[in-house]
């Protein structure tokens, strides 16, 4: 096995192991990433002698251990994480604003659950009975905190 195939496995077995550590958690494609190194290690004494060998481990195990460093590093993971806050609330109900009762038209297919336009405002309801196709008139039927129960009309 030629030095360029070996140095080759090595690079793929980093790039292995920090697709593990950083996307791939599982051990799997990690512990392809350490028997291709260390194939290309026992490569590298068995045909090239020991000397050879041993510049091959030390600069494997140097590698891995800065490629590991880079990819732990928090600016790496600040890169991938998303950093915005989530803060809008479904079906946020002033109240007094709807009754039992109110008429309203539904915007689309309740299946059983959907949007519908009360006094020009548009709030995600559930029907009480089945499925209510889009432009049906309904009346809220019952009101549980922000959850919003209709039938037809």
Do not use: C
């Amino acid at each position: 096995m030629s030095l360029t195939i070996i140095i080759t496995l090595i690079a793929a077995g980093l790039f292995f192991l920090v697709l593990e550590i950083l996307i791939l958690p599982g051990g799997v494609v990690g512990l392809l990433g350490v028997l291709m190194m260390g194939g290309a290690i026992y490569a590298s004494y068995t045909e090239h002698g020991e000397e050879v060998g041993h510049y091959t481990l030390a600069t494997t195990l140097i590698t891995t251990a800065v490629g590991v460093y880079f990819s732990l590093k928090s600016k790496t993971w600040k890169n991938a994480m998303l950093e915005e806050k989530i803060d809008s609330r479904v079906n946020t109900i002033e109240e007094g604003k709807l009754h039992i009762g109110d008429e309203g038209v539904t915007v689309g297919r309740l299946v059983p659950m959907g949007k519908a336009m009360f006094h020009n405002e548009y709030f995600e309801v559930q029907s009480y009975e089945g499925l209510i196709d889009p432009g049906t008139p309904i009346e809220i039927f019952h009101l549980d905190g922000n959850k919003i129960i209709v039938k037809p009309k």
